[in-house]
């Protein structure tokens, strides 16, 4: 009786002790990247009701509910690619509002990426049905750069109508949803008419947001040095800059003057590697001449995923294979692209900034990386991701290392996780 009554004691101390945790998640002695805040050093990061509550030196782990080690791992915000086609609810086949498109949580946490901009598959005749059946069921944070055609990426039949480019209900659908639609997407478009982009940046400066150019195809009578020199405002994104498919690279093996210049004036480049628009013939001259992109995305995609790009790592890891830093990798695909679509909440850690994590290894090895042609380049590293954390819970665990060995369990354990931290199984847990 007596041990029995003892035993409830220390049950009953340890469900106060925990219920007076400082911490719900604390992440220890990894390596901290933070480009917001100039870190990069081992550091703990610890997370209280879904935001970052500290990053020192030394926390200890007795404050917090749940203690994780991340010695030997990068400790990164979450990763935020700007560059994704995720409306996939509508069945349409051979449409980016459609069949195209992927459903994000299946190509996100576990390659640690916690936040999606959507790259124009909807306009604003169908960006309601886009946000009911996906952004507002997904775990990931889906964003939204609108396409200026009103019908969305629905292959020529609509990307090419002018018609159908109309800027004032773009800008209006905006206004209604900021913070959610974060740009104006202008993609595909087949003419000679600088149409799309005018409109696109009509309807950005009416919502004041950005604007980000897919150019389309290249024609004489609209350069891309007139697009990135003149129609384009400061902070506008020019994405697939290493396509080659619009004189990126001009015909004496240049970075085009009108890519420096816009950089001048404040253009961003951004990756978009997606299926077509990345090539080493193109990325090697024109980063040897130091022109790098301001942020790194993917273009994900039924087609992209499955050939040359694969995921946000994959592409990251180009860049590591291009010769840029780690630490510049994944300021390129954190604190940047958050700065570019204007929600600077993500990609840093500082304290109040919301607790997206990924918890990255670097593995050394001989790895190959391909282009949108197929053509090979050989690496020695390349980014793992081990764990994911979104809104402070672990969503995403590659190797358990957040979890118990289970011969260290009672013999008959089932639920291991607490809701606080954990954010794998939250159904099975309910039903216990």
């Known amino acids: 009786m007596k041990l029995c009554f003892v035993f409830l004691s220390l049950a009953a101390s340890f469900a106060v002790a925990q219920q007076q945790a400082q911490y719900d998640l604390l992440i220890q002695g990894g390596h901290v990247v933070d480009a917001k805040n100039g870190l990069s050093a081992v550091r703990d990061v610890a997370i209280r009701d879904g935001k970052i509550a500290a990053v020192s030196e030394h926390i ?11 010695k030997g791992l990068y400790v990164t915000p979450g990763l935020v690619d700007i560059h994704v086609h995720v409306y996939a609810s509508t069945g349409e086949a051979h449409s980016y509002a459609g069949d195209n498109s992927v459903f994000p949580d299946g190509f996100t946490f576990r ?3 916690t936040t999606v901009a959507d790259a124009g598959c909807a306009g604003y005749k169908n960006f309601e049905d886009f946000k009911e059946h996906i952004i507002d069921r997904s775990k990931t944070r889906v964003l939204a750069f609108l396409n200026i055609v009103g019908a969305g990426m629905r292959g020529p039949k609509y990307e090419n109508n002018l018609a159908d480019m ?10 209604k949803h900021p913070g959610l639609i974060i740009g104006i997407k202008t993609a595909h478009y087949a003419g000679p008419e600088w149409t799309p982009v005018e409109h696109a940046v009509e309807a950005g400066t009416l919502a004041k947001i950005p604007v980000m150019v897919d150019f389309g195809t290249n024609h004489p009578e609209r350069p891309i040095t007139d697009l990135l020199e003149k129609k384009l405002r400061p902070g506008d994104i020019y994405t697939h800059c290493y396509s080659g498919l619009r004189n990126e690279l001009d015909v004496s093996g240049h970075v085009n003057q009108g890519m420096i210049e816009g950089r001048k004036r404040g253009v961003i480049f951004d990756v978009g590697h997606g299926g077509g628009s990345f090539a080493w013939r193109i990325a090697v001259p024109m980063t040897k001449q130091g022109f790098w992109p301001d942020s790194i995305s993917t273009d994900l995609h039924i087609s992209s995923m499955n050939t ?4 946000m790592l994959n592409v990251m890891d180009k860049f590591l294979a291009l010769g840029m830093s780690i630490d510049d990798v994944i300021a390129r695909s954190t604190w940047n692209p958050a700065r570019e679509i204007h929600h600077e909440e993500l990609g840093n850690f500082s304290v109040g900034s919301a607790a997206d994590i990924a918890v990255l290894r670097v593995q050394k090895g001989r790895f190959g990386f391909t282009d949108m042609y197929g053509a090979r380049m050989d690496g020695n590293q390349k980014f793992l991701c081990e764990m994911t954390v979104r809104n402070g819970k672990i969503v995403y665990d590659l190797n358990g290392i957040s979890r118990p060995e289970w011969t260290k369990l009672p013999s008959d354990y089932k639920a291991v996780g607490d809701p606080r931290w954990d954010g794998l199984n939250p159904a099975r847990r309910s039903a216990q």
């Open 166 to 175: 109309d800027p004032q209900p773009a800008a209006e659908m905006a206004k």
């Open 308 to 311: 040359g790009m694969k995921d």
């Open 60 to 70: 200890d782990p007795a404050t917090a509910l749940k203690t994780v080690s991340a």
């Open 111 to 113: 390659v640690g990426v």
